[in-house]
């Protein structure tokens, strides 16, 4: 029989990743909640329609990424390959626009069937942070200082670089996305098969292609900031002014856009050298269109996504949070084996982390402790039953003393302090 493996592109959890992700996602929780945002948890797979309204035809992710297929009920439903339009879908669903502004933070798996390699993976893990009903530059800024928060308290602030730009309004957008078109329109004949099928469509796609041909063509197109009016300059002005005066360091990528029309003003990505290509670990914008673009009411809306596994190889050893040391209960012969299971049980109702050894004799027992990291080891036998003690060793400094049960979860809360 063949040996069981993961699906390509997917990995187990567990071990000192599980705590890279614990530590990380508790950060995070933390953060949010101090801005005043609530969680929430959409469904992992949606009707495809949520998707492919939202993410548009053209997008390599409804193209050929989404992990889509139809149900026993012939419903076509597809994994989660993000997570605003579930958010978007739950605000109109559940009629939130009554109670807006909405600040959600979300956390879980994202499928994309994409090639593995280095940083991207099948399943993936998102943490996600949404603010609905908010047109003002406050929500952009506060989203902003959302994300840097969580990377300085990740430790990793320092190697992060913000790279920010507007997409501008709608006036502005539509006049850049002419000049594009007319721009490209004259190198139909240069232009990868994947930039010719967006330039009717989302031509500020093009700006994205890694084709060397298209780089090339696009080192002379126009750029967005010719085409910005007064009121997306003031926009982005206050959003620039916003985060210097919370001291977050950026950098202006006029290069940097989303190709989808729902999208304005701000856009952001939070990248890093130390990843290899793939560099960016939170990436952001306003999307002001998508509501209504979804059916529901017209809604201002700005948020991020980060990525987990990419975060989890750039935080430090020193950060992870430790489990609390166990203390083992080490039964000395069969009869002292329900005794030993009482004490365990009553030390763990009292808040201690404990383990035992099912089997072997004492020395046995004493080797699996110190393996374990135990900071002490209960002994328990037949002359300690008669007398209602036991003997606790504390395995750090080699003593060992004589305690009485009715005192031991006592004993042991104040030595492990």
Same mark, same amino acid.
């Given at each position: 029989?063949?040996r069981l ?7 187990d959890?567990l071990?000192d990743?599980?705590i ?5 996602y508790n950060?995070?929780r ?8 609530e969680?929430i948890?959409t469904?992992i ?11 548009g035809?053209?997008?390599d ?5 989404m992990?889509?297929f139809?149900?026993?009920g012939?419903?076509q ?7 605003t339009a579930?958010?978007?879908?739950? $605000?109109i ?9 909405c600040k959600f933070?979300?956390y879980g798996?994202?499928?994309?069937y994409e090639?593995?390699q ?20 406050q929500?952009d800024i506060?989203v ?14 320092d190697?992060?670089t913000?790279?920010?730009?507007s997409?501008g309004?709608? =006036? ?8 594009l078109?007319?721009? $490209?329109?004259?190198?139909k004949s240069q ?5 010719l099928?967006r330039?009717?469509?989302n031509p ?15 080192e002379?197109?126009?750029r967005i900031g ?7 300059k003031? $926009?982005?002005?206050?959003?620039i002014?916003?985060?210097e005066?919370?001291g977050?360091?950026y =950098?202006?990528?006029?290069?940097l856009?989303r190709g989808?029309?729902?999208y ?12 290899g ?6 990436a952001g ?6 509501m209504e673009?979804?059916g529901?009411?017209k809604?201002?809306g ?8 990419r975060l989890?190889e ?5 950060l992870l949070?430790k489990?609390?040391r166990?203390?083992v ?15 365990a ?12 050894a099912y ?6 027992r ?7 990291g ?5 002994l328990?036998?037949?002359a300690e039953?008669?007398?209602?003690v036991a ?9 060992? =003393? =004589?305690i009485a049960?009715?005192?031991l ?7 492990r302090?």
């Amino acid at each position: 029989m063949a040996r069981l493996q993961p699906v390509r592109g997917t990995h187990d959890i567990l071990g000192d990743k599980a705590i890279r992700f614990r530590t990380i996602y508790n950060i995070f929780r933390s953060v949010a909640e101090r801005y005043g945002h609530e969680e929430i948890d959409t469904p992992i797979f949606e009707f495809t329609e949520t998707f492919k309204r939202t993410l548009g035809d053209t997008s390599d992710v409804v193209t050929k990424e989404m992990y889509t297929f139809e149900d026993r009920g012939g419903e076509q439903v597809t994994l989660r390959p993000e997570y605003t339009a579930g958010i978007a879908r739950a $605000f109109i669903s559940n009629g939130l626009q009554q109670v807006m502004p909405c600040k959600f933070y979300s956390y879980g798996p994202i499928f994309r069937y994409e090639r593995p390699q280095k940083g991207r993976m099948r399943q993936f893990h998102q943490m996600d942070i949404e603010i609905l009903g908010v047109p003002e530059a406050q929500a952009d800024i506060e989203v902003l200082a959302i994300a840097s928060d969580l990377l300085n308290e990740l430790g990793i602030g320092d190697h992060i670089t913000l790279e920010l730009n507007s997409l501008g309004d709608p =006036e502005s957008r539509n006049a850049y996305r002419d000049a594009l078109i007319a721009y $490209f329109g004259g190198y139909k004949s240069q232009l990868s098969e994947d930039s010719l099928k967006r330039l009717e469509k989302n031509p500020m796609r093009i700006l994205d292609s890694k084709d060397e041909g298209d780089r090339a063509l696009i080192e002379n197109a126009p750029r967005i900031g010719d085409f910005y009016n007064d009121y997306t300059k003031e $926009f982005f002005k206050e959003v620039i002014g916003g985060i210097e005066d919370i001291g977050i360091k950026y =950098e202006i990528n006029d290069r940097l856009v989303r190709g989808l029309d729902y999208y304005s003003h701000t856009a952001f990505e939070f990248t890093t050298d130390q990843l290899g290509a793939q560099g960016a670990v939170i990436a952001g914008g306003r999307y002001d269109g998508l509501m209504e673009m979804m059916g529901g009411p017209k809604t201002a809306g700005i948020g991020w996504a980060a990525g987990m596994e990419r975060l989890a190889e750039l935080i430090s050893e020193d950060l992870l949070e430790k489990s609390a040391r166990p203390v083992v209960i080490a039964p000395v012969g069969n009869d002292a084996q329900s005794m030993a299971m009482k004490i365990a049980h009553d030390l763990r109702a009292g808040g201690i982390v404990v383990d035992m050894a099912y089997r072997g004799n004492v020395g046995k027992r004493m080797k699996r402790a110190n393996k374990q990291g135990a900071s002490h080891a209960v002994l328990i036998g037949e002359a300690e039953m008669a007398r209602n003690v036991a003997m606790v060793k504390n395995l750090d400094q080699g003593s060992q =003393e =004589e305690i009485a049960l009715d005192k031991l979860a006592s004993y042991l809360a104040e030595q492990r302090l």
